[in-house]
């Protein structure tokens, strides 16, 4: 059991597997062994089984609080937080002390989408000293991100560094939080604090993920290989360094591949060697090495992303309904006057990112990226899908002085035009032609295999868990498109179609109609958009700072037999 045990730290899963299989075969009602061997079948991807030998452990013996915990925390990984919540309780009627079961609970509701009463554990878990006291702390940041409390969540961390200003924790917590604000230099002041006071693979891989969205990738290689010189398994350190160089990758590429296959590894690690792999045989033209990884990469990250598509059809149904065109000739009557924002929509790898470049590069246009408060404003705080139909008439209007209040706090000159480039919001076409009747919405527009393609390609930060099987990739797909088409039926719903293709083969026209449409003179400048200097954070990062890309208009065709379920899905979609 203490070789287990000591197995389970050192991560050799499997050993410690086989070694409580052997005891639990001479002694069946062992119930360290079920834990350890539940525990082991956990992090081999072998979730199910192993809750079921965590049960059976507790079976044995009820008074273990290490078991109830372990299981809640398993089940919390796994996405059954009911359950999760019913053991963390279980463990704190053994013993009432246990602050990381009330963590546990605290984390639970953050999974569940419920902040505040996250903070109410969270508050409770802080208390005294304890070991968890940094998580305790990084959560609430969390909590407090999630009802638009940003600027909270920051003020609340640096206290606590101000009373512990050497704990690594806290300062890479801090870090990621500048980051997630687009405050890259922030960022990088936090991690590289972090990494001097304790050289770690998370601030090594966080300096070298945020030194390539600066543009700094001989910086970022840099830190990438010193992440994965202190952990070798560290997937994340392999897939932005395939990014920011081959010739780098090169020299990783036998440990990736040996990785990837390890079942010792955890499914989030491997996934992401199987995209790195498959980034790097991309660029290799290693056509059957590429596809190969790519479709292992996704086959192991779907579990980790659950995705809903009875609710999301529920949403996409409100989306079309909330308001329809009589009300929103009513509401544009009312609305904000301002003509500032341009609003960039349209699927995720579609050309969002190079439109909003091109609209940067000109001097009266100031590119914000993906701001999330359309969806906070007509979504609430926190983000609550249904709140959106709930909106009265008179709300419309006090949600657009909000978003512009939000906006200039961002760093918006209070000048002149600015971007908005959030994908998702033509979910919410109407909201924001309600509360901005002279804004400008550009709808981008690409090939829906090569959209749906370098979607399936690509494993993202967060978010667009439809992505990760060809067939829910499809169906999403088709929800777009036939709630786009709807929103076109709107006499009174302005909004400018920019063709990717177009913009990609006839990029002097597709831009000169573009700017028209949102009313800009013509500048040089923007044809020379790869120039630019400015933070990009998204997928495309290293793309948008060459010239016009054309390499990916088709590359999907190089894989279209293994790519024949999501062909057919979007031909039965009727969008193919």
């Not at 968890?132 to 606590?160: N, P, W």
């Not at 690509?458 to 667009?464: N, P």
Request: aromatic share 10%; hydrophobic share 40%; net charge negative.
């Amino acid at each position: 059991i203490q070789l287990s045990a000591q197995l389970l730290g050192g991560g050799r899963f499997a050993d410690a597997k086989k070694i409580c299989e052997q005891i639990i075969k001479q002694v069946p009602n062992h119930a360290d062994a079920h834990h350890f061997l539940g525990l082991a079948r956990h992090q081999l991807g072998e979730s199910k089984e192993g809750i079921q030998s965590i049960q059976k452990a507790i079976q044995i013996d009820q008074n273990q609080p290490g078991f109830h915990m372990n299981l809640a925390h398993v089940l919390r990984e796994v996405g059954r937080t009911d359950e999760a919540k019913n053991y963390y309780k279980n463990a704190l009627k053994l013993n009432p002390a246990n602050m990381q079961a009330i963590l546990g609970l605290g984390q639970c509701a953050i999974a569940e989408r419920q902040p505040k009463e996250a903070l109410e554990f969270f508050e409770k878990a802080k208390g005294g000293e304890n070991i968890f006291h940094g998580v305790v702390l990084s959560q609430m940041v969390i909590a407090h991100i999630m009802l638009g409390e940003e600027s909270l969540a920051i003020s609340k961390l640096e206290e606590a560094i101000a009373t512990a200003p050497e704990d690594p924790m806290l300062i890479s917590t801090l870090g990621s939080l500048y980051q997630s604000e687009e405050r890259y230099a922030d960022a990088k002041k936090q991690y590289e604090k972090a990494y001097k006071i304790q050289p770690s693979v998370m601030s090594a891989g966080n300096l070298g993920a945020v030194c390539m969205i600066m543009g700094d990738m001989e910086a970022s290689e840099s830190y990438l290989k010193k992440a994965i010189e202190l952990d070798k398994t560290h997937g994340s350190a392999y897939y932005h360094l395939s990014a920011v160089s081959d010739d780098a990758f090169k020299a990783y590429e036998a440990e990736a591949i040996k990785l990837a296959e390890s079942t010792e590894l955890k499914e989030y690690d491997r996934a992401r060697m199987h995209f790195a792999l498959y980034r790097f045989y991309k660029k290799q033209k290693a056509t059957e090495k590429a596809i190969d990884h790519l479709l292992k990469g996704n086959a192991l990250y779907k579990p980790l992303a659950p995705f809903e598509m009875k609710s999301e059809k529920a949403f996409f149904k409100m989306a079309a309904d909330v308001i329809l065109p009589e009300r929103l000739d009513r509401l544009m009557a009312s609305g904000n006057s301002s003509d500032a924002p341009i609003f960039i929509i349209g699927m995720p790898r579609s050309g969002t990112t190079l439109t909003e470049q091109i609209l940067s590069s000109h001097s009266a246009v100031q590119g914000m990226g993906e701001l999330k408060y359309v969806a906070q404003a007509l979504g609430g705080r926190p983000y609550e899908p249904a709140h959106y139909g709930k909106l009265a008439d008179e709300e419309f209007a006090e949600k657009s002085d909000w978003y512009l209040e939000q906006v200039q706090e961002k760093g918006w000159s209070g000048q002149g035009r600015f971007t908005d480039k959030m994908p998702s919001n033509f979910l919410y076409v109407t909201g924001i032609r309600a509360m901005f009747p002279n804004a400008k919405i550009v709808h981008v527009q690409r090939a829906p295999m090569s959209t749906c393609f370098s979607n399936f390609e690509q494993l993202f930060a967060e978010g667009q868990h439809w992505c990760y099987d060809q067939k829910t990739l499809g169906q999403y797909y088709g929800l777009y498109s036939q709630l786009m088409k709807y929103f076109e039926s709107y006499e009174n719903l302005d909004m400018f179609k920019l063709s990717y293709e177009g913009l990609v083969n006839d990029t002097e026209n597709t831009v000169k109609a573009l700017l028209e449409y949102c009313e800009l003179p013509w500048e040089d400048t923007v044809l020379d958009f790869h120039k630019q200097t400015r933070d990009v954070q998204t997928a495309t990062a290293t793309q948008v700072r060459q010239p016009m890309y054309k390499g990916s208009l088709e590359s999907w065709k190089a894989y279209e037999t293994e790519l024949s379920v999501l062909k057919e899905t979007l031909i039965s979609e009727g969008v193919a």
